[in-house]
């Protein structure tokens, strides 16, 4: 029930339900005064969300700076956020990647230089799924093709969303009888760090961040970045704004 609510305010609240409802309103009503700033207040939303500039300016405020490689201090484990497979495609021989590979390929990156000494991937299958296979089974599947050991890889394969995701890797710990008050390498994406650290700290578990899989870049002044509209900047708004919605439920509900 919590989840279909918060998908349900997110719907209300998202930057393209915004607009069609103003620019629907403004063409209904177009007779009336009112109307007609309904339309207009629409259509300058549409272009505001579509700016490319605009847009990748909220993401550089929202986005925590990446970290090198370097100043990453040894972890004993790296926990790694699921939600970067295409689930609704099954295959038994491959990974089909998302965009946030960077996720596993970067806590490879960092098993590889000795920055962490095991992965723990946590993530099931969301809800509704389509692919009988956890995606947790399928990014270990990945790392073993990589040539990175089993006995390296841990899996929790039950959690369905963020705070999920710290309840039951805090749980999956005690239950392996791996100490839980030592400090772990969160790595998720940038844009979903805050809500990430956020839970895990609920749950008691000292996480230090690695912030990977951005979707801001170097400020641009060209005329495309300046004035051409993109339907990916609305994507982004709309990535933006779920995820805000996302941390006010969470603290509303207790899970930050």
Not at 55 to 64: D, G, I, K, Q, T
Not at 77 to 95: E, F, H, P, Q
Not at 191 to 217: I, N, Q
Request: aromatic share 16%.
């Amino acid at each position: 029930m919590f989840f279909y609510l918060s998908q349900f305010l997110s719907f209300l609240a998202m930057p393209l339900t915004i607009v069609l409802i103003l620019i629907l309103g403004g063409v209904v009503f177009i007779k009336r005064k009112w109307g007609k700033k309904l339309l207009w207040s629409g259509i300058g939303l549409l272009l505001f969300f579509t700016n490319p500039f605009l847009s990748n300016l909220a993401l550089l405020f929202w986005e925590p700076d990446f970290k090198s490689f370097e100043e990453i201090r040894t972890h004993e484990i790296g926990i790694v956020l699921t939600g970067v497979t295409n689930m609704s495609k099954t295959a038994y021989d491959r990974t089909f990647f998302n965009k946030g590979a960077d996720r596993i390929t970067h806590a490879l990156q960092l098993y590889r230089m000795g920055k962490i000494k095991k992965i723990l991937i946590t993530g099931g299958q969301g809800l509704n799924p389509v692919n009988p296979q956890t995606e947790a089974e399928l990014l270990k599947r990945f790392l073993v093709m990589t040539g990175m050991p089993e006995s390296d890889i841990l899996i929790e394969n039950e959690a369905k969303n963020t705070a999920q995701n710290a309840q039951f890797t805090k749980e999956f710990l005690k239950e392996k009888g791996i100490n839980t008050n030592q400090q772990f390498l969160l790595i998720t994406s940038a844009f979903h760090m805050y809500r990430a650290k956020g839970c895990f700290d609920k749950v008691g578990l000292a996480t230090e961040t690695f912030p990977v899989d951005y979707y801001s870049h170097d400020v641009k002044y060209d005329i495309p970045s300046l004035f051409f509209p993109d339907p990916f900047s609305l994507e982004y708004w709309t990535k933006l704004f779920k995820e805000w919605i996302g941390i006010v439920v969470y603290k509303l509900v207790g899970y930050m």
